[in-house]
C-alpha cells in the first residue's frame, strides 16, 4: 500500500509540472502578449485560435497534447512500477490538467484542460474510443459551433471509457473516482461557458453570413 500511494504522488507531481508547460501562454509571449488578457482569458487552443490563427494554434493543441502524452506513455512503458498502469495514467493525466489549470508560475490562471484531457484519452483509451470520441467532438462542434459543447461531451469519455474496459477490476471503484475527476474540472472550467449557453450568448467558433448581415443591421 505504502508503494502504491508513493507510485501514486510521484505521477501526481510528475504530471503537474509537465502540466504547467503552458504552451498558449508561450505562443502569446512570441506575439508579445499575454493570452489571459485577451479573448476569453483562457491560455488554450481555442482563445488561441481567435486571437492569433490557425498555426498558433495548431502549435498550442500539439503542446498541451504532448505535455500529456509524454510522461503517460513513459509511465505506462518505461518505469518498472508495482501498482496499476491505467490507475497511475490517470493520476498522471490528472496532474496534467491541475498543473494546465492551474500553473504555480502564472497566478494560477491558466487554460481549462480539454486538450490535455484528450490526450489522457489518446494514451490510456481503447484505440476505438479515439476516432469514436474525435467523430463526436467534430459533429458536435460542426452541428452547434459552440467548442465548449463538444469540449463538455469529450470530459465524459474517460469515465465512460473505464466503466467498459475496468469495470470488473478490483481497483474498479478507485479508477472511476479519479475518472470522474477529470469531468468535473472540466465543468468547473467551463462554468461561464455553462452559463452562457444557457442564456444564449456564449461565443460560436464562428458566424454565418446571416448572423454577420443580422449584427451590421443591429448595429446601424
Known sequence: MQQMILEIILCVVAGYFCGCISTGYFVGRFYHKDIRTLGSGNAGTTNVLRNFGKLPALVTFTGDILKAII????????????????????????GVVLGHNYPFYLGFKGGKGIAVTAAVIISTAHPLMIPIGLAIFISVVAITRYVSVGSLIVAWFIPVNTFLLYRDDRFFVHMMIVSLLFTLFAYFQHRANIVRLIHGNENKLYRTKKEKEAEKDGSN
Open 71 to 94: 510522461p503517460i506513455f513513459v509511465i505506462r512503458f518505461c518505469l518498472p512500477v508495482t501498482t496499476p498502469w491505467y490507475l497511475l495514467c490517470l493520476y498522471c493525466g490528472l
